[in-house]
């Protein structure tokens, strides 16, 4: 079955340090793939998208590049600030309505002034 | 634009007490429905989910039960809690059609079973 594979946190950084979340998976076909953000006490928001080989997806200074050779959608950022703590999820589907989503096991990112 | 809410927003029950949350979607129809939960400090684990009113699927065998008696509403219960059941619950909706599939969450339900 498809699975999802992340980088084992915590990740601890100074702020405006360059983040790099790694995400991989395993899945049959072309999923779309996704990047969830979940702030203390609250639920998942998504993040960014990618729906086909390719595609970046971005949102709040955050960027993941759909790379089929690779099977990655790793999560960066060129600069982080504190506001950026929090716990990130990759995430895939198959793009059929039926079908779950498959979540990566979460990367706890800690941002130090 | 479409919302979803959860309530309520924290509980803490005793063992063996009752449990009801409940999840409501507005703005859209016919969404696929979804509870997981989150234990402390770990991933999300897929409890039930539903594609439509009375049609339930679990994912996982426990004491908790699921329903969905109205199209945007869907209720996680149980009728006796473990210390085991304590987490953080989140609900969490799908378009049936189009869309590129992703989930939207609402706010989570935290459980403390003392």
């Known amino acids: 079955g498809d699975s999802v594979t992340q980088m084992e946190g915590p990740v601890t950084l100074s702020e405006e340090a360059f983040l790099t979340i790694n995400c991989t998976y395993t899945?049959?076909?072309?999923?779309?793939l996704f990047w969830y953000v979940q702030y203390p006490g609250e639920g998942l928001q998504l993040l960014l998208k990618?729906?086909?080989?390719?595609d970046k997806g971005s949102n709040k200074g955050f960027e993941a590049t759909y790379r089929k050779e690779t099977t990655s959608f790793h999560l960066e950022k060129g600069s982080v600030q504190v506001s950026d703590s929090a716990v990130y999820f990759c995430?895939?589907?198959?793009?059929?309505?039926?079908?779950?989503?498959?979540f990566g096991g979460g990367t706890r990112l800690m941002v130090k002034p | 634009s479409q919302t979803i809410h959860q309530w309520p927003a924290t509980l803490v029950q005793p063992v063996g007490s009752p449990l009801s949350l409940e999840c409501t979607v507005e703005?859209?129809?016919?969404?696929?429905l979804y509870w997981y939960r989150q234990a402390a400090g770990r991933g999300l684990q897929l409890l039930f989910y539903?594609?439509?009113?009375?049609?339930i699927s679990s994912e996982v065998p426990q004491n908790l039960s699921a329903s969905r008696p109205q199209d945007r509403q869907f209720i996680l219960s149980s009728k006796k809690l473990l210390l085991s059941d304590s987490g953080f619950y989140l609900c969490?909706?799908?378009?049936?059609?189009?869309?590129?599939?992703?989930?939207?969450f609402g706010e989570g339900s935290r459980l403390t079973v003392l």
């Open positions: 969490a909706w799908r378009r049936l059609a189009g869309g590129t599939g992703e989930l939207f």
């Open positions: 899945a049959t076909g072309y999923p779309s």
């Open positions: 990618a729906t086909k080989a390719d």
């Open positions: 995430a895939l589907t198959q793009n059929n309505a039926g079908n779950m989503l498959t």
């Open positions: 703005g859209t129809s016919n969404p696929n």
């Open positions: 539903s594609v439509g009113i009375g049609q």
